[in-house]
């Protein structure tokens, strides 16, 4: 699958390895730069929604990107849950913080939200489709060797016609925590294994969410509720691997069950009976930041860089300033 115009002889300033929103993002920077670009994806990419949906926090400086990009009005209209509201609670105590977006409008006058919670999908079809025309999309196609001791660096690719050889004065590693990029450049991690798994799922709560996020603290981890522009709410539970097991596997009625005790009785007093709920998800929770974000010709961006803990929602928002930050690196040498 290919997009935009092909550049001669497979020749391009710039490839990028990962074309979910970090590596697309970046893409559209560098096409409107005037750099001729690769962005190549392992998968054919998809637009469909997920059971349960895949979602991302944004906060408003995120936004403020995604808006210069050109495509946040179409992510707002396929539905952007608002987060106007943040209440935090731990687990047996009787108080809780709360964080109003008006607080914010005293620094930041124009600020609508504390954040965003949308889905995966509504945030990559429009990046995909704003692609400039020298910005060619290649996928299906994995990376199966790369040669980094020389300019121009050399990729070579595994497509559904056999290999292909591209160069480039530039590669940039966007292919996320377990990065190819990364591993082929010989670039090593520092980090850990937190020995949780989140579990997400989506819910519908009596009372609805009002524009208010809630995280409730537990002894093995925080239990968060992001509002979704639906009226559901997008939860992650951080549990033991144990309980991750355990609670995958009960019925629907006895995980209910389960969600509503551990939500607290301030968080259960303002969210009402769960009353609906999707299928279940889990994901092992890891930390992980390369020992160098750059090596040779190579850089490295978003998750191949640095994996975090959701707990504060912000892998994809430090991956959009990766992003904002090597735009403006490449837009100064381009000035020179």
């Not at 731990?90 to 006058?109: C, F, K, V």
């Not at 670039?187 to 799922?201: E, P, Q, S, T, Y």
């Not at 537990?218 to 991750?244: K, M």
């Not at 929770?285 to 975090?308: D, P, Y």
Request: hydrophobic share 45%; with cysteine.
């Amino acid at each position: 699958m290919t997009g935009g115009g092909k550049s001669a002889a497979c020749d391009y300033d710039v490839v990028i390895v990962g074309a979910g929103a970090i590596g697309a993002a970046l893409a559209i920077e560098l096409g409107r730069l005037g750099y001729r670009t690769a962005l190549i994806e392992a998968r054919r990419p998809t637009y469909e929604a997920s059971d349960p949906e895949r979602v991302i926090a944004l906060s408003h400086g995120s936004r403020l990107h995604l808006e210069s990009l050109g495509v946040w009005e179409r992510i707002a209209a396929a539905g952007a849950g608002m987060i106007r509201h943040i209440r935090v609670s731990e687990a047996g105590q009787d108080g809780m913080s709360n964080l109003e977006t008006d607080e914010a409008r005293a620094i930041y006058p124009n600020v609508e939200a504390l954040g965003y919670v949308v889905q995966m999908h509504h945030v990559l079809q429009p990046m995909h489709d704003t692609l400039p025309e020298n910005v060619e999309l290649l996928a299906p196609a994995s990376v199966k060797k790369l040669v980094n001791d020389a300019a121009p660096v050399t990729v070579t690719l595994e497509t559904e016609t056999g290999e292909q050889q591209l160069t480039a004065r530039l590669l940039v590693g966007a292919d996320g925590t377990d990065s190819r990029i990364r591993s082929l450049a010989g670039i090593g991690c520092c980090g850990w294994d937190h020995n949780r798994f989140g579990l997400v799922a989506s819910v519908t709560m009596a009372h609805g969410h009002h524009d208010t996020a809630y995280e409730c603290f537990r002894p093995t981890g925080p239990l968060a509720f992001l509002p979704l522009a639906d009226g559901r709410f997008s939860i992650v539970w951080s549990l033991t691997p144990r309980e991750a097991a355990d609670l995958m596997r009960r019925s629907d009625a006895e995980f209910i069950a389960a969600l509503e005790s551990a939500a607290g009785p301030l968080a259960r007093g303002r969210l009402g009976r769960v009353m609906g709920l999707s299928k279940r998800a889990c994901y092992a929770l890891e930390s992980r930041v390369a020992k160098t974000f750059v090596k040779g010709r190579i850089v490295l961006s978003g998750n191949a860089a640095h994996t975090l803990h959701p707990v504060a929602g912000q892998g994809m928002n430090l991956g959009l300033r990766d992003v904002a930050v090597l735009a403006d690196v490449l837009a100064r040498a381009r000035s020179m």
